[in-house]
Protein backbone atom coordinates (compact mmCIF):
# COMPACT_ATOMS: atom_id res chain seq x y z
CA UNK A 1 0.00 0.00 0.00
CA UNK A 2 1.78 2.80 -1.19
CA UNK A 3 0.58 6.80 -0.01
CA UNK A 4 -1.03 9.05 -1.46
CA UNK A 5 0.69 12.37 -3.40
CA UNK A 6 0.32 15.50 -0.76
CA UNK A 7 1.94 19.00 -0.11
CA UNK A 8 4.63 18.66 2.94
CA UNK A 9 5.09 21.69 5.21
CA UNK A 10 7.58 21.50 8.59
CA UNK A 11 6.44 24.99 10.46
CA UNK A 12 8.77 25.94 13.09
CA UNK A 13 6.46 28.01 14.84
CA UNK A 14 3.01 27.56 16.44
CA UNK A 15 1.78 30.74 14.55
CA UNK A 16 3.12 29.27 11.30
CA UNK A 17 1.05 25.94 11.29
CA UNK A 18 -1.92 27.89 12.44
CA UNK A 19 -1.66 30.35 9.39
CA UNK A 20 -1.20 27.46 7.26
CA UNK A 21 -4.42 25.30 8.80
CA UNK A 22 -6.18 28.51 8.33
CA UNK A 23 -5.15 28.57 4.59
CA UNK A 24 -6.01 25.01 3.61
CA UNK A 25 -8.86 23.86 6.16
CA UNK A 26 -10.64 20.64 5.14
CA UNK A 27 -7.81 20.60 2.68
CA UNK A 28 -5.15 19.69 5.25
CA UNK A 29 -3.95 17.06 8.23
CA UNK A 30 -1.74 17.74 11.06
CA UNK A 31 0.84 15.01 11.33
CA UNK A 32 2.00 14.13 14.59
CA UNK A 33 3.59 11.00 14.79
CA UNK A 34 1.96 9.73 12.03
CA UNK A 35 0.94 6.03 13.47
CA UNK A 36 -2.91 6.75 13.33
CA UNK A 37 -3.32 9.10 10.12
CA UNK A 38 -0.49 7.86 7.86
CA UNK A 39 -2.09 4.07 8.11
CA UNK A 40 -5.44 5.42 7.10
CA UNK A 41 -4.12 7.29 4.01
CA UNK A 42 -2.50 4.57 3.03
CA UNK A 43 -5.53 2.39 3.02
CA UNK A 44 -7.33 4.77 0.89
CA UNK A 45 -9.58 6.14 3.95
CA UNK A 46 -8.42 9.44 3.60
CA UNK A 47 -6.56 11.59 1.17
CA UNK A 48 -5.38 15.20 2.26
CA UNK A 49 -3.93 17.56 -0.19
CA UNK A 50 -1.62 19.27 2.34
CA UNK A 51 0.60 17.56 5.76
CA UNK A 52 1.29 19.91 8.56
CA UNK A 53 4.26 17.85 10.32
CA UNK A 54 4.38 19.26 14.25
CA UNK A 55 8.05 17.45 13.58
CA UNK A 56 9.84 21.25 14.24
CA UNK A 57 7.58 22.26 16.65
CA UNK A 58 9.39 21.42 19.76
CA UNK A 59 7.62 23.96 21.96
CA UNK A 60 5.11 21.65 21.64
CA UNK A 61 6.24 18.84 23.78
CA UNK A 62 6.66 19.37 27.32
CA UNK A 63 4.96 18.64 30.84
CA UNK A 64 4.81 21.19 33.25
CA UNK A 65 3.21 21.64 36.43
CA UNK A 66 1.47 24.59 38.53
CA UNK A 67 -0.42 24.99 41.38
CA UNK A 68 -3.47 24.05 39.20
CA UNK A 69 -2.55 21.49 37.46
CA UNK A 70 -0.65 19.51 34.92
CA UNK A 71 0.17 20.73 31.40
CA UNK A 72 1.14 18.45 28.35
CA UNK A 73 1.68 19.58 25.13
CA UNK A 74 -0.18 18.01 22.45
CA UNK A 75 3.43 16.80 20.65
CA UNK A 76 4.51 15.16 23.72
CA UNK A 77 5.79 11.74 23.09
CA UNK A 78 3.75 8.67 24.80
CA UNK A 79 7.19 7.71 26.13
CA UNK A 80 7.77 11.12 27.94
CA UNK A 81 4.30 10.78 29.75
CA UNK A 82 5.35 7.08 30.92
CA UNK A 83 8.47 7.78 31.92
CA UNK A 84 7.46 10.94 33.56
CA UNK A 85 7.20 10.71 37.98
CA UNK A 86 4.69 13.46 37.82
CA UNK A 87 2.43 11.84 35.66
CA UNK A 88 2.76 8.68 37.36
CA UNK A 89 2.14 9.87 40.94
CA UNK A 90 -0.56 12.50 39.89
CA UNK A 91 -2.17 11.48 36.81
CA UNK A 92 -1.39 7.83 37.32
CA UNK A 93 -4.18 6.68 34.98
CA UNK A 94 -2.66 8.29 32.33
CA UNK A 95 0.79 6.85 33.30
CA UNK A 96 -0.98 3.30 32.87
CA UNK A 97 -2.91 4.19 29.61
CA UNK A 98 0.21 5.37 27.64
CA UNK A 99 2.46 1.97 28.82
CA UNK A 100 -0.54 -0.12 27.15
CA UNK A 101 -0.96 1.77 23.88
CA UNK A 102 0.77 -0.18 20.82
CA UNK A 103 3.92 -1.58 21.20
CA UNK A 104 6.99 0.09 22.51
CA UNK A 105 8.51 1.27 19.55
CA UNK A 106 5.00 3.14 18.85
CA UNK A 107 5.57 4.78 22.29
CA UNK A 108 9.10 5.76 21.88
CA UNK A 109 9.74 6.59 18.28
CA UNK A 110 6.67 7.95 16.78
CA UNK A 111 3.16 8.38 18.87
CA UNK A 112 2.09 11.31 20.78
CA UNK A 113 -0.59 12.28 23.31
CA UNK A 114 -2.27 14.74 20.93
CA UNK A 115 -2.92 12.44 18.15
CA UNK A 116 -3.88 9.31 20.51
CA UNK A 117 -6.45 11.32 21.48
CA UNK A 118 -7.55 12.37 17.71
CA UNK A 119 -6.98 9.64 16.32
CA UNK A 120 -9.72 8.37 13.84
CA UNK A 121 -12.52 5.83 15.45
CA UNK A 122 -12.63 2.33 14.37
CA UNK A 123 -14.95 0.07 13.20
CA UNK A 124 -13.69 -3.49 11.13
CA UNK A 125 -16.19 -3.12 8.32
CA UNK A 126 -14.70 0.27 7.44
CA UNK A 127 -10.72 -0.05 8.52
CA UNK A 128 -10.15 -2.53 5.58
CA UNK A 129 -7.89 -1.96 2.39
CA UNK A 130 -9.46 -0.19 -0.26
CA UNK A 131 -9.79 -3.29 -2.05
CA UNK A 132 -11.35 -4.97 0.24
CA UNK A 133 -14.00 -2.43 0.83
CA UNK A 134 -15.00 -2.25 -2.69
CA UNK A 135 -16.89 -5.29 -2.54
CA UNK A 136 -19.71 -3.37 -1.29
CA UNK A 137 -22.02 -0.48 -0.75
CA UNK A 138 -20.16 2.27 0.92
CA UNK A 139 -21.45 2.94 4.63
CA UNK A 140 -22.29 6.13 6.48
CA UNK A 141 -18.24 6.60 7.17
CA UNK A 142 -17.45 6.60 3.41
CA UNK A 143 -20.31 8.35 2.53
CA UNK A 144 -22.56 6.00 1.91
CA UNK A 145 -26.40 5.67 3.60
CA UNK A 146 -26.03 2.57 5.31
CA UNK A 147 -24.30 0.96 8.75
CA UNK A 148 -22.96 -2.51 8.67
CA UNK A 149 -22.40 -2.20 12.77
CA UNK A 150 -26.36 -1.22 13.46
CA UNK A 151 -29.04 -1.77 10.86
CA UNK A 152 -31.11 1.49 10.24
CA UNK A 153 -28.66 2.95 11.85
CA UNK A 154 -28.45 7.18 10.48
CA UNK A 155 -24.92 7.61 11.58
CA UNK A 156 -21.71 6.31 11.72
CA UNK A 157 -21.08 3.90 15.07
CA UNK A 158 -17.31 3.72 14.81
CA UNK A 159 -15.26 3.05 17.84
CA UNK A 160 -12.90 5.60 20.38
CA UNK A 161 -10.63 2.61 21.05
CA UNK A 162 -8.20 5.65 22.63
CA UNK A 163 -6.49 4.78 25.53
CA UNK A 164 -5.41 8.11 25.91
CA UNK A 165 -8.57 9.92 25.80
CA UNK A 166 -10.44 7.46 28.48
CA UNK A 167 -7.50 7.78 31.09
CA UNK A 168 -7.65 11.62 30.45
CA UNK A 169 -11.64 11.58 31.06
CA UNK A 170 -11.21 9.89 33.93
CA UNK A 171 -9.03 12.80 35.23
CA UNK A 172 -11.57 15.03 34.20
CA UNK A 173 -9.04 16.87 31.85
CA UNK A 174 -9.57 20.09 29.62
CA UNK A 175 -8.06 20.42 25.93
CA UNK A 176 -6.94 24.03 24.82
CA UNK A 177 -7.72 24.09 20.59
CA UNK A 178 -5.90 26.75 19.06
CA UNK A 179 -6.41 28.47 15.66
CA UNK A 180 -5.09 31.79 14.27
CA UNK A 181 -5.46 34.53 16.84
CA UNK A 182 -7.68 32.36 19.11
CA UNK A 183 -8.19 30.07 21.98
CA UNK A 184 -10.45 27.98 23.58
CA UNK A 185 -10.26 25.39 26.41
CA UNK A 186 -13.16 22.56 26.09
CA UNK A 187 -13.71 19.76 28.70
CA UNK A 188 -12.69 16.48 27.11
CA UNK A 189 -16.48 15.07 27.61
CA UNK A 190 -18.14 17.77 25.68
CA UNK A 191 -15.05 17.02 23.07
CA UNK A 192 -17.45 14.44 21.18
CA UNK A 193 -20.09 14.71 18.25
CA UNK A 194 -23.15 11.75 18.38
CA UNK A 195 -21.76 10.95 14.68
CA UNK A 196 -18.75 8.80 14.06
CA UNK A 197 -18.02 9.86 10.68
CA UNK A 198 -16.45 12.91 12.34
CA UNK A 199 -16.07 12.42 16.00
CA UNK A 200 -14.70 15.66 17.54
CA UNK A 201 -16.36 19.09 18.15
CA UNK A 202 -13.20 20.50 16.59
CA UNK A 203 -13.06 22.94 13.14
CA UNK A 204 -10.66 21.96 10.28
CA UNK A 205 -8.52 24.99 11.22
CA UNK A 206 -8.18 24.31 14.54
CA UNK A 207 -4.76 22.84 16.17
CA UNK A 208 -4.72 20.74 19.55
CA UNK A 209 -2.13 22.63 21.83
CA UNK A 210 -1.78 21.41 24.84
CA UNK A 211 -4.02 19.00 27.53
CA UNK A 212 -4.44 20.53 31.12
CA UNK A 213 -5.23 17.78 33.75
CA UNK A 214 -6.49 19.89 37.00
CA UNK A 215 -5.30 18.45 40.46
CA UNK A 216 -7.98 16.82 42.40
CA UNK A 217 -6.49 15.31 44.69
CA UNK A 218 -7.05 12.14 44.13
CA UNK A 219 -5.92 8.80 43.07
CA UNK A 220 -6.85 7.26 39.63
CA UNK A 221 -6.33 3.82 37.91
CA UNK A 222 -6.82 2.29 34.37
CA UNK A 223 -7.48 -1.39 32.86
CA UNK A 224 -8.10 -2.18 29.81
CA UNK A 225 -8.44 -5.79 28.05
CA UNK A 226 -6.53 -6.51 24.99
CA UNK A 227 -6.28 -9.68 22.90
CA UNK A 228 -2.76 -8.97 22.92
CA UNK A 229 -1.25 -7.13 25.40
CA UNK A 230 1.15 -5.49 22.90
CA UNK A 231 -0.08 -3.85 19.32
CA UNK A 232 -3.61 -4.67 19.71
CA UNK A 233 -6.01 -1.65 20.80
CA UNK A 234 -8.28 -2.03 23.59
CA UNK A 235 -12.09 -4.19 22.86
CA UNK A 236 -13.05 -2.96 26.48
CA UNK A 237 -11.10 -0.10 28.59
CA UNK A 238 -11.71 1.50 32.09
CA UNK A 239 -10.51 4.75 33.58
CA UNK A 240 -11.28 5.88 37.44
CA UNK A 241 -11.16 8.71 39.85
CA UNK A 242 -11.76 8.62 43.36
CA UNK A 243 -11.14 11.78 45.34
CA UNK A 244 -11.24 11.84 49.34
CA UNK A 245 -13.65 13.86 51.57
CA UNK A 246 -11.51 16.73 53.51
CA UNK A 247 -12.82 15.17 56.82
CA UNK A 248 -13.21 11.96 56.11
CA UNK A 249 -10.40 10.70 54.79
CA UNK A 250 -11.82 7.37 54.68
CA UNK A 251 -14.81 8.28 52.42
CA UNK A 252 -14.81 9.15 48.64
CA UNK A 253 -16.10 12.78 48.02
CA UNK A 254 -16.23 12.40 44.20
CA UNK A 255 -15.58 9.21 42.14
CA UNK A 256 -15.18 9.71 37.97
CA UNK A 257 -15.94 6.55 36.16
CA UNK A 258 -15.25 6.61 32.18
CA UNK A 259 -15.70 3.19 29.93
CA UNK A 260 -13.61 3.35 26.47
CA UNK A 261 -13.88 0.67 23.71
CA UNK A 262 -17.57 0.73 23.95
CA UNK A 263 -19.19 3.56 21.85
CA UNK A 264 -18.24 6.57 19.48
CA UNK A 265 -16.40 8.40 22.65
CA UNK A 266 -15.21 7.15 26.29
CA UNK A 267 -18.41 7.23 27.92
CA UNK A 268 -18.16 9.53 31.47
CA UNK A 269 -21.10 7.92 33.52
CA UNK A 270 -22.10 10.52 35.94
CA UNK A 271 -24.89 8.61 37.43
CA UNK A 272 -22.66 5.07 38.38
CA UNK A 273 -19.91 7.93 39.65
CA UNK A 274 -22.44 10.07 42.05
CA UNK A 275 -22.96 6.60 43.64
CA UNK A 276 -20.20 6.33 44.64
CA UNK A 277 -19.72 9.77 47.43
CA UNK A 278 -20.09 9.27 50.52
CA UNK A 279 -18.57 5.18 50.65
CA UNK A 280 -15.73 3.84 52.29
CA UNK A 281 -12.56 3.51 50.54
CA UNK A 282 -13.23 -0.13 51.62
CA UNK A 283 -16.16 -0.85 50.28
CA UNK A 284 -15.75 -3.41 47.51
CA UNK A 285 -19.12 -4.23 47.30
CA UNK A 286 -20.33 -0.76 46.41
CA UNK A 287 -17.49 -0.86 43.37
CA UNK A 288 -19.27 -4.20 42.51
CA UNK A 289 -22.29 -2.11 42.25
CA UNK A 290 -21.21 0.51 40.48
CA UNK A 291 -18.87 -1.48 38.11
CA UNK A 292 -22.38 -3.66 37.13
CA UNK A 293 -24.28 -0.65 36.67
CA UNK A 294 -21.55 0.98 34.12
CA UNK A 295 -22.06 -2.20 32.50
CA UNK A 296 -25.51 -2.16 31.76
CA UNK A 297 -25.23 1.79 30.82
CA UNK A 298 -22.01 1.35 28.60
CA UNK A 299 -23.40 -1.84 26.95
CA UNK A 300 -26.57 0.29 25.03
CA UNK A 301 -23.73 2.38 23.33
CA UNK A 302 -21.46 -0.50 22.28
CA UNK A 303 -21.73 -2.25 18.60
CA UNK A 304 -20.08 -5.43 16.97
CA UNK A 305 -17.54 -3.33 14.75
CA UNK A 306 -13.62 -3.81 16.94
CA UNK A 307 -12.87 -7.49 17.48
CA UNK A 308 -14.56 -9.53 20.49
CA UNK A 309 -18.23 -10.89 20.50
CA UNK A 310 -20.29 -7.99 21.30
CA UNK A 311 -21.51 -10.34 24.51
CA UNK A 312 -18.04 -10.36 25.47
CA UNK A 313 -17.17 -7.00 25.90
CA UNK A 314 -19.86 -5.98 27.66
CA UNK A 315 -19.89 -8.09 30.14
CA UNK A 316 -15.84 -7.75 30.28
CA UNK A 317 -17.43 -3.76 31.10
CA UNK A 318 -17.90 -4.68 34.77
CA UNK A 319 -14.57 -6.72 35.55
CA UNK A 320 -12.19 -3.61 34.05
CA UNK A 321 -14.28 -0.74 36.12
CA UNK A 322 -14.11 -2.93 39.36
CA UNK A 323 -10.25 -3.59 39.15
CA UNK A 324 -9.69 0.21 38.28
CA UNK A 325 -12.14 1.07 41.11
CA UNK A 326 -9.88 -1.01 43.71
CA UNK A 327 -6.66 -0.24 42.11
CA UNK A 328 -7.64 3.34 42.70
CA UNK A 329 -9.25 2.62 46.23
CA UNK A 330 -6.17 0.59 47.59
CA UNK A 331 -4.04 3.50 46.05
CA UNK A 332 -5.86 6.35 48.03
CA UNK A 333 -5.85 4.17 51.43
CA UNK A 334 -1.72 3.48 51.35
C1 LIG B 1 -0.11 -1.24 15.34
C2 LIG B 1 -0.80 -0.11 16.03
C3 LIG B 1 -1.31 -0.32 17.31
C4 LIG B 1 -1.95 0.72 17.99
N1 LIG B 1 -2.42 0.47 19.24
C5 LIG B 1 -3.07 1.45 19.92
C6 LIG B 1 -3.57 1.20 21.22
O1 LIG B 1 -3.42 0.12 21.77
N2 LIG B 1 -4.21 2.21 21.85
C7 LIG B 1 -4.40 3.43 21.27
O2 LIG B 1 -4.99 4.31 21.92
N3 LIG B 1 -3.92 3.69 20.04
C8 LIG B 1 -3.25 2.74 19.33
N4 LIG B 1 -2.77 2.99 18.08
C9 LIG B 1 -3.09 4.27 17.41
C10 LIG B 1 -1.96 5.32 17.40
O3 LIG B 1 -0.75 4.75 17.10
C11 LIG B 1 -1.81 6.03 18.74
O4 LIG B 1 -3.08 6.49 19.14
C12 LIG B 1 -0.84 7.21 18.68
O5 LIG B 1 -0.75 7.81 19.96
C13 LIG B 1 -1.27 8.27 17.68
O6 LIG B 1 -0.37 9.36 17.78
P1 LIG B 1 0.35 9.99 16.52
O7 LIG B 1 1.17 11.11 17.02
O8 LIG B 1 1.09 8.95 15.73
O9 LIG B 1 -0.90 10.50 15.70
P2 LIG B 1 -1.03 10.88 14.14
O10 LIG B 1 -1.21 9.66 13.34
O11 LIG B 1 0.05 11.80 13.71
O12 LIG B 1 -2.39 11.71 14.19
C14 LIG B 1 -3.63 11.11 14.49
C15 LIG B 1 -4.75 12.09 14.11
O13 LIG B 1 -4.70 13.23 14.97
C16 LIG B 1 -4.49 14.42 14.22
N5 LIG B 1 -3.59 15.24 15.04
C17 LIG B 1 -2.47 14.79 15.69
N6 LIG B 1 -1.97 15.77 16.47
C18 LIG B 1 -2.79 16.85 16.30
C19 LIG B 1 -2.81 18.16 16.87
N7 LIG B 1 -1.90 18.56 17.77
N8 LIG B 1 -3.79 19.01 16.49
C20 LIG B 1 -4.73 18.62 15.57
N9 LIG B 1 -4.76 17.38 15.00
C21 LIG B 1 -3.80 16.51 15.38
C22 LIG B 1 -3.93 13.99 12.89
O14 LIG B 1 -4.25 14.90 11.85
C23 LIG B 1 -4.61 12.64 12.70
O15 LIG B 1 -5.90 12.81 12.15
C24 LIG B 1 -2.11 1.97 17.37
C25 LIG B 1 -1.59 2.17 16.07
C26 LIG B 1 -0.96 1.15 15.41
C27 LIG B 1 -0.41 1.40 14.04
S1 LIG C 1 -19.99 1.97 12.31
FE1 LIG C 1 -21.23 1.69 10.44
S2 LIG C 1 -21.02 3.63 9.31
FE2 LIG C 1 -19.42 3.60 10.88
S3 LIG C 1 -17.62 2.78 9.87
FE3 LIG C 1 -18.68 1.03 10.78
S4 LIG C 1 -20.07 0.25 9.21
FE4 LIG C 1 -19.39 2.28 8.59
Known amino acids: MRLPRFDYFGPDTLDAALELL ?24 LNPKVLISLKALNGLSYIKKDDEGIKIGARTPLADIISSDLIQIQA ?5 ACEKIGAVTLQHYRGTIGG ?39 RCNSTCQSDGATALMALGAKIILASAGHERTVDLENFYTTDGIMPFAMEPHELLKEIFIPFQGGQSAYHRLAFRSAIDYPIVCAGVLLTPSLTQKDEIEGARIVVG ?14 GLKGKKFTD ?19 VHNVGGTLEYRR ?20
Open 22 to 45: ATHKEEAKILAGGTDLLVRMKKGL
Open 92 to 96: TALSQ
Open 116 to 154: NILQDNRCHHYNQSKFHRSGRQACHKEGGKICYARDESD
Open 261 to 274: AMGRSPLFLAGESA
Open 284 to 302: FAAFQTAADAAMNSAATFA
Open 315 to 334: AMVSPMVFRALKEAAQAADR
